[in-house]
């Protein structure tokens, strides 16, 4: 009898004949696999490790019923279709495959818009670990959530869309071939990171690579390598309570041993590198080993600091020309990749901006890496957008899981300047508890950096008055003046008010325009509307002394549901390039040379 029989059976006498168990509740079935993973609880790091890519074609179902954990999916043998001696409701067979990395929202048409539970599954061949040596899975994003199963078992649940985890798959994994199954669930929740309610649309899937590698029973589960007063700090977390002693070594630099006690080592290594920075993306290789375990990176140093209302990188000030970027692509969804990634950085030089903002949420962590060799900033961010459930524990608990997970990948990125904790969120006791939470954890993972938010302005008295600004080292300010409102007398108004004691940015403005439609720079959506209020709003900005830098909204047009006008028809278009990621704008060249007159980098 198949495991499903016998729970069904159990459920069956548990409820009454008449009510089998297909009738209970989703939540009694999803009670067993309920226990999430969390980074914070360990993790491992990744550099110069030999990973075994599982991309490729999946067998892939959807399962909008929410039968896969009713019916216990992951227990089915593997027989063939033919050899049913009695039917089923799901085949794991070859009918249906899909590819990873990839959205299903974007393989199909009756698709695009499913949300809620599907199911990927495929073989592999993989050796038994021996000799204490652990296998893990590392999935680098699925959106929202996702339960996976290694040979019938249950491994690990993961919250949270757009940073990776790793699943320990060492007491499953036999020789020769393997099973994993992935049930990923896009379900829109009120208590979720992000809320239901975005303007992004909702992509589904195993949107990232798939990895399978084996480490030693210790191993090195972080390294965070990174300028100091005195020379370069290094951090090293090991993934038991080892004692011991860390080789670490600067190609070029110097080398030298970390004293490990209890599992952790620091030190200041007493070598002078040369500064990375915009001009000059300077990377050096750095090694690190522990017994048996050896993991590398390319790290540049520099720092980041806040000085009164400026930024400071390597001691110098520094403005912001910086355009928001969303991880949205025409025909591939929410996936990236290398060419995708160099070309909106192209394009970004273009315009003569420093900066993205990499918005709402942490993408591929490809685009660090990149925009460490091309000398590009980056603001990176979690997606605590609009009405999150401030109140409610388990809430913050996965923003904070996703801030630990997104820092701790990208911890060694020079790029990266600013860790965002959150957009236009309304000030309430709830959120700013929630958010100076997040604000603590950040500066606890990560010192070297700066904290922002996006923020909203008080309508009533048109001043910053956020109560969040005093907690954060560089404010961000959402507004929309010229588009949204009309006129720029607001704006004139808010930044006159305004007496912050620390430095501004302009963290989104903008406005729609239809690639191709031209008309009177007075009328919406005409390509000379967008060129006339990109231009203003750089003006404006830069004659303010608190106000630092700049982040027009944004780079592409991208798809949302929420935008249902004539011209719009589910797409944001307050891009300076069309969807097709080739067609500029008039949008394009008004803000290059508003860029090219404003915001330069004080003497």
Known sequence: MFESEKLMNEATRAQGAGDPFWHLHDEDFEAP??????????????????????NGNWRFVIDPMREGLRQRWFEHDNHSIDEWIVPRDYDDGGWQTIPVPGCWTMQRGEWLRYEGAAWYSREFEAD??????RVFLRIGAANERARVFVNGAFCGLHIGGSTPFFIDATSQIQTGNNLVMIEVDSTRRSEAVPMQHTDWFNHGGLYRDVELFTVPAVHISHLFVRLAENGVAVDLTLSSGEDGTAIIAIEGLVKARITVHAGTGSTVLDCTPELWSPDNPKLYN????????MVTDKVGFRTIERKGRKILLNGNPLSLRGIGVHEEDRDVGKCSDEADIRRRFAHL???????????????????????????ILLWEEIPVYWAI?????PTFDNARNQLIELIRRDANRASVILWGVGNENADTDARLSFMRGLVETARTEDPSRLVTAAC??????????????????VIGLNQYFGWYEPGFEGLERLLANSNPDRPVVISETGADAVAGLNGPDTR???EEYQARILTRQVEIAARTKYVVGTFIWLLYDFRTDRRQTRHQRGWNLKGVVAADKTTRKLGFAALTRAYQQHFRDPE
């Open 524 to 526: 919406l959506f005409t």
């Open 349 to 375: 030089k273009d315009l003569g901006a420093n900066i993205a903002r990499a918005a709402h949420y942490p993408h591929h962590e490809l685009v660090a890496r990149i925009a460490d060799e091309m000398g």
């Open 456 to 473: 909203l302005i008080n309508r009533e008295t048109f001043r910053i008055e956020d109560r969040l600004a005093a907690h954060l080292d």
């Open 128 to 133: 038994a670990p021996t000799g204490g040596d």
């Open 33 to 54: 696999f309920m226990t999430p993973h969390l980074t914070s609880k360990g993790s491992v790091f990744m550099g110069g490790r030999n990973a075994v890519s599982l």
């Open 286 to 293: 750095v090694t690190a080993s522990f017994d048996a375990d």
């Open 389 to 393: 459930a401030f109140d409610n524990p």
